[in-house]
């Protein structure tokens, strides 16, 4: 009797197996006919992944999980989601914290009005903001750097008032993207060989850049190829779409100005900082944001400075400015660079390079001569006003030692153990626990890899980690076709933006509760773990999510981790949200409470009215 109760119990759970892996196979089978109903709309991610899923793999991880009824009554909720219906079209392009109607109302001194100014709980959106009519996917990197589909971002203005430039060009049914800049007419490849020839670009010590009032970005586009990865930033201004239009291209880049407040940067985060014919006043403000820039500039990292003031004398005609003003100006920011201590490199042409001396023993009189920053953390940014001070570097042990710490070459510095962690800087995290961490997220990414197989195909280059910890995650999907943007809430325990800088990558502080600055439709993938337990007494989900829609891409996808009970909440709001979901198990087995949700934004675009989006 007990024999036969026993292989009863295993035909019912080799069927129930059987069930589980056939429904999981029609599922991916369905969905990619689905998306394959939209042709020519967009590029059909689950037909791919369909294509790639291995059933004896997917089988192993389950739709629902195994705790009570809380998953089970998941798919039951979704029939009484709330449905978020689409914005009016004008709010294609809507950037919240940066529109430009709310702007007007702000002070136009020292750039205030382009700074963040988020809309108050009662005028935030609550739909969905719809992609153009037309919209496509981007190109693939690198052709994404040279191309950008003219539906996308339709704004032919700089095509226009950037002609004579070289930045953009309209060409049938895209926009093509020379490579040129107001300082590099000719390309940035010639314009990066030439600073090259000052800056040890080739060797990898120069790895993360900032390119302050960066245009379209072409100068991070290409320095793509040279292995360093470059944060730039512009504001929404007159020269419309010009942040969009790099990240249609496929770099990195958020809406940003120096105005009042400090950037949203740690120190010493990067080896380079450019600016070419930016428009900032680096002479104004008692040298206020040359300072600024001396904050997030690593010791022994180098500025970059081209177009006016410098070689004022053979261009204040061609610039058409007295050259009284030009000289003034220049003469300031060398006044103000050697009271920072930086030593001038070179100067040829219309291009000026600094470079930031290692520690403070090369400047003995340094802090005598200026205004030292009171703040015991450099770090501490977010909303935080600007200052007419300079930040200290760290302590040091010898004149040849780098404050801060040494670090290796990339890509070696990628996975070596950053110097903020190793001199214990940060509380609770020790070696042990970096590596640890390390070797965990190459854990997971292998799990998402078995629900979703192109993940490193190619398909998504711009990739956001909304809660990056110690860079991990980028870390481990490190690739020359993609980037991560790590970003760093503001109300994380620990703040280790700095560690993941050290590490060669880029990131950003953040508040969740408010919008992201950048268009929407910027990133391909999103990943979100634990976000919503870390603000889970701190703001509304629904807004959360919201703000990921928007700034999320049309078949874009998403990978939430976090607890069972969190995501099942998750799942029910993003069901009227045009999503298709499928929650998986943690990849140690069911009885693990934490969980992964995948998701997948539905294609659709303004003015279409029906509920499935693609017919």
Known sequence: MATKGNSGDNRTRSSISIFIVAGLCCFFYLLGAWQRSGFGKGDSIALEITKNADCSILSNLNIETHHGNEAGTADDSEAQSKVFEPCDDRYIDYTPCQDQMRAMTFPRENMNYRERHCPPEEEKLHCLVPAPKGYITPFPWPKSRDYV?????????????????????????????????????????????????????????VRTALDTGCGVASWGAYLFKRNVIAMSFAPRDSHEAQVQFALERGVPAVIGVLGTVKLPYPSRAFDMAHCSRCLIPWGSNDGMYMMEVDRVLRPGGYWVLSGPPINWRANYEAWQRPKEDLEEEQRKIEEIAKLLCWEKKHEKGEIAIWRKRINKDDCPDRDSLVTMC?????????????????????????????????????????????????????????????????KLWKKHLKAYKRVNKIIESGRYRNIMDMNAGLGSFAAAIESPKLWVMNVMPTVAERDTLGVVYERGLIGIYHDWCEAFSTYPRTYDLIHANGVFSLYKEKCNAEDILLEMDRILRPEGAVIFRDQVDVLVKVKRIVAGMRWNTKMVDHEDGPLVPEKVLFAVKRYWVAGENNSTSLQ
């Open 374 to 438: 009171e703040s015991t953390n450099a770090d501490d940014v977010w909303y935080k006003r600007m200052e007419v001070c300079v930040t200290p570097y760290p302590d040091t042990n010898g004149a040849n030692e780098v404050a801060g710490g040494d670090l290796k070459p990339f890509p070696d510095r990628l996975n070596d153990v950053p110097p903020r962690i190793s001199s214990g800087s940060i509380d609770g995290i020790s070696v042990e626990s970096f590596q640890e961490d390390n």
């Open 149 to 205: 589909p003219y539906a996308n971002a339709p704004y032919k203005s700089l095509t226009v008032e950037k002609a004579v430039q070289n930045w953009i060009q309209y060409e049938g049914n895209v926009f093509r993207f020379p490579g040129g800049g107001t300082q590099f007419p000719h390309g940035a490849d010639a314009y990066i060989d030439e600073l090259a020839s000052v800056i040890p670009i080739a060797n990898g010590m």
